[in-house]
């Protein structure tokens, strides 16, 4: 059975590496788009694996994603 929780945590943890992008960038990019989160918040979110889509969502338009590959196949 797969764990839905990691597949969400690494995709999003692999597109801010391939970005170079860290977690104190990522709070500063969210704000810039008008959505407030601390660093420590959004760590512990990515560390759980349990955040929204509309935070994946929000994660990916900052850091200026357009795509998101969801397999190697």
């Known amino acids: 059975m797969k764990d839905w929780e990691d597949e969400a945590k ?3 943890k692999g597109e801010l590496k391939r970005r170079g992008v860290t977690y104190a960038q990522l709070a500063g ?9 601390s660093e420590p918040n959004i760590r512990n979110k ?3 694996g349990k955040f ?3 935070f994946l969502i929000q994660c990916l338009e900052a850091i200026g994603s357009s795509s998101l590959r969801l397999s190697d196949g």
């Open 10 to 12: 690494g995709l999003l």
């Open 29 to 37: 990019k969210l704000a810039d788009i008008g959505v407030m989160d």
């Open 46 to 48: 990515l560390a759980r």
């Open 52 to 54: 929204t889509a509309v």
